[in-house]
């Protein structure tokens, strides 16, 4: 018999229902967060370490707090007072939900404020992702943050940080992961405003429909801007994934290469070739994955390259490959790249089952292949958003795919262990008999004969 209670809504401790306007709604948010970091000391202890603060017994956090200046009163969203022994950390918060962007004037007072009452820094929050929480998405005055730090978290890395700590690390108090996942169901709400990326940016639609005519310049701040939200939507996939996985997943990026050099980059091969392409690093996978978005043919392809094993023939290096991979998937391509090759050799994963040749080298079969890329590749999403068929959904939805069916099984070919050599023949355990006595007997000479010898008698 069914139960009733199977069509009614649970009750929330943070509901998101009656939210009205964008300032409500930042309030809300913050003071949401701020009271579950409290709350719940190990989750803001694992927000907050990046930042420097001590891990306190206890983390007390308020909101709408006041700091009377010369001219005019400040107003941050919150602070945060961490305490451990004599070391006391403090720092002021400002909130961002939605779309709505960091002001530069504003967070600057802030930092001003941070500096005049030696708090230690200002933390912003906003739905910009950084790749470091002491990088900001505003190009604020190093000189500025001299005696008051500046530092940053997206919403999707506070809803990360909440999940893995929720479902992988775990909460030992059993009420405080009871409010944790309240505070998880709260921002995973679209009216809360936090829900991470928001979408590619108001020149998506403009430079895809540019790239095909090859009609971009590296130096247009349209083809800059998507190359910009491009790296948010890099981490915004590593970040999803870490949610899913409970390890940490990063941008596999050159630690020589700053932020703008990146951009700067992106934006060249955008114009040039039309590609956007990134590397994701997944702790212990077989290789490292890439995803790749051509706007020219509106295609994107999900990948990771593997290094193929040292012995054997190519048929039997190739073989290796595909006993790796899924019989489920036949639309998985594969490529075997050769030394001293321009190209690799391309086939579906059906047609190399089918036929072990057709991944071999045309001209010289023997050659051994040096390494091996898998890939799924899908017709690019085309909205800006985050909605059915967009791009950001679409690309998130086949790395997921693809790292499922193609990437977690996936283990690294095992070389064979080194070999010792042969040991010599064995030598027999049995004592050698003893010599015979010297004398008149030939056996004492060996083969050789011994003479009489006559008596002078």
């Known amino acids: 018999m069914p139960d009733e209670r199977d069509s009614w809504t649970a009750a929330r401790l943070l509901p998101t229902f009656g939210i009205r306007g964008q300032e409500e709604q930042e309030k809300r948010a913050t003071s949401i967060l701020l009271a579950v970091m409290h709350a719940v000391p190990e989750f803001g202890h694992a927000l907050l370490h990046e930042l420097g603060a001590p891990k306190s017994p ?88 001299k005696k008051a730090k500046l530092w940053h978290l997206s919403w999707w890395q506070i809803i990360t940080e909440a999940i893995v700590q929720y479902r ?6 059993p009420d405080q992961a009871w409010i944790l996942g309240e505070l998880i169901a709260y921002l995973d709400s ?21 790239a ?8 247009d701040p349209a083809v800059r801007d998507v190359a910009m939200h491009w790296d948010q939507l890099v981490e915004y996939l590593c970040l999803g994934l870490t949610q ?30 039309g590609v956007i392409e990134s590397a994701i690093r997944v702790p212990n996978a077989a290789g490292i994955l890439t995803v790749r ?60 089952r089918e036929d072990r040749t057709k991944l071999l080298h ?7 292949p040096r390494e091996f890329t898998v890939a799924l590749v899908r017709p690019m999403g085309q909205g800006r958003g985050r909605g059915d068929g967009s791009f950001v959904s679409e690309t998130r939805s086949q790395l997921l795919d ?19 050599p042969e040991p010599p023949e064995s030598v027999s355990d049995e004592p050698a008999p003893d010599p015979p006595p010297f004398g008149n007997d030939e056996r004492a000479f060996g083969d050789a004969s011994v003479p009489e010898i006559a008596s002078s008698a």
């Open 293 to 352: 978005a051509d706007l020219r043919a509106r295609k994107t392809s999900t990948a990771v390259r593997l290094q193929a094993p040292q012995e054997g023939k190519a048929t039997t290096r190739l073989s290796w490959l595909l006993r790796e991979l899924p019989e489920t998937r036949p639309d998985l391509l594969v490529s075997a790249h050769y030394p001293n090759a321009r190209q690799p050799i391309t086939a579906t994963l059906g047609e190399a």
């Open 212 to 219: 095909p005519d090859r009609a971009l310049r590296a130096n």
């Open 190 to 210: 679209s009216a809360s405003g936090a829900g991470g990326f928001e979408d590619m940016g108001a020149n998506w639609v403009a430079v895809r429909r540019g």
């Open 58 to 145: 206890r983390i007390d956090t308020y909101t709408e707090v006041r700091f009377k200046g010369a001219e005019k009163t400040a107003i941050p969203d919150g602070a945060i007072v961490c305490e451990w022994g004599q070391k006391r950390w403090t720092c002021l918060v400002e909130v961002k939900t939605a779309g709505a962007s960091l002001q530069m004037t504003q967070v600057e007072s802030y930092l001003e404020t941070a500096r005049v009452h030696t708090y230690d820094g200002v933390l912003t929050i906003s739905n910009d992702i950084t790749d470091k929480c002491d990088q900001s998405p505003l190009p604020i005055d190093g000189r500025k943050t």
């Open 362 to 368: 045309p001209t010289d079969p023997k050659r051994t």
């Open 402 to 420: 693809f790292y499922r069916h193609a990437v977690q099984n996936l283990r690294p070919w095992p070389p064979k262990a080194p070999r010792l």
């Open 168 to 173: 992988h690390r775990g909460i030992a108090d």
């Open 244 to 273: 899913d996985l409970g390890q940490r997943v990063v941008p596999q990026r050159s630690r020589k290469q700053d932020q703008r050099t990146r951009i700067d980059g992106s934006s060249k091969r955008l114009a040039v070739d």
